[in-house]
């Protein structure tokens, strides 16, 4: 049975940093795509970084530069450092993973999801 465990969600000051972890279980990361997603209230969720063997580390919209995301394999924990946090940066961040070696930003071709992480940004 696959587990992904999300933890590291926190309240920040804007421009604060955070690290959120992923911990799997029943699950190889390294031969499939690993991703975090992001949802805010009332806003559908959104792709954030992407990490597979292929394609290496990829990031959605204006992330690249503020998260980098990362992956232990020896932990088998998947990770998102997020700095020079905004307020629009708040959301329920999740960790999801699929049975693919390549990432897609559909967040719907997902197999697997955490039941994610809460992070608060105030300004």
């Known amino acids: 049975q696959v587990q992904l465990v999300e933890s590291g969600g926190d309240s920040v000051q804007a421009g604060g940093s955070l690290r959120l972890s992923c911990a799997s279980s029943?699950?190889?990361?390294?031969?499939?795509?690993m991703a975090w997603f992001r949802q805010a209230p009332g806003k559908e969720r959104e792709g954030v970084a992407f990490?597979?063997?292929?394609?290496?580390?990829t990031y959605a919209g204006s992330f690249e530069g503020r998260f980098t995301i990362s992956r232990d394999n020896a932990k088998n924990t998947l990770y998102l450092q997020m700095n020079s946090l905004k307020s629009e940066d708040s959301a329920m961040y999740y960790c999801?993973?699929?049975?693919?070696?390549?990432?897609?930003?559909?967040?719907?071709?997902?197999?697997?999801w955490g039941q994610g992480t809460q992070v608060t940004v105030s300004s």
């Open positions: 999801a993973g699929q049975t693919r070696p390549y990432c897609e930003d559909d967040y719907r071709t997902y197999n697997y």
């Open positions: 029943g699950y190889t990361m390294t031969m499939y795509c």
């Open positions: 990490i597979s063997n292929i394609a290496g580390t």
